[in-house]
Nanobody
Framework: QVQLQESGPGLVKPSQTLSLTCTVS??????????WSWIRQPPGKGLEWMGV???????SFSPSLKSRTSISRDTSKKQFSLQLSSVTPEDTAVYYC?????????????????WGQGTQVTVSS
């Protein structure tokens, strides 16, 4: 049983940095056939993939968010974190962390198998 739990402030002021942490239980963030993503859903819109961190710490990001996004990890705590800088009200969304499944260590991501419950983050002054 793998569980993911998002945590962090629910309210962020414009121009500040949004910081969230995903804590993983029942799994390992260093297993090579899995990767770990952040996804968000703004009000009334669909899911938007933000970025991913792989078992070796390498990262990839959505082109639209790359300049503002960072993902890091703490393997000892089995956590990975999202940093989104220079936020605006357009960044208001429910933010999810999720585990990706890869076909092989070096293969493509084929889907998601576990999700956190999501956490609401509102950008407002």
């Amino acid at each position: 049983q793998v569980q993911l739990q998002e945590s962090g402030p629910g309210l962020v002021k414009p121009s500040q940095t949004l910081s969230l942490t995903c804590t993983v239980s029942g799994g390992s963030i260093t297993t090579s056939i899995y990767a770990w993503s952040w996804i968000r859903q703004p009000p009334g819109k669909g899911l938007e993939w933000m970025g991913v961190i792989h078992y070796d710490g390498s990262t990839s990001f959505s082109p639209s968010l790359k300049s503002r996004t960072s993902i890091s990890r703490d393997t000892s705590k089995k956590q990975f974190s999202l940093q989104l800088s220079s936020v605006t009200p357009e960044d208001t969304a429910v933010y999810y962390c999720a585990r990706n499944v890869k076909s092989t260590t070096w293969g493509p991501i084929v889907g998601y198998d576990y999700w956190g419950q999501g956490t609401q983050v509102t950008v407002s002054s």
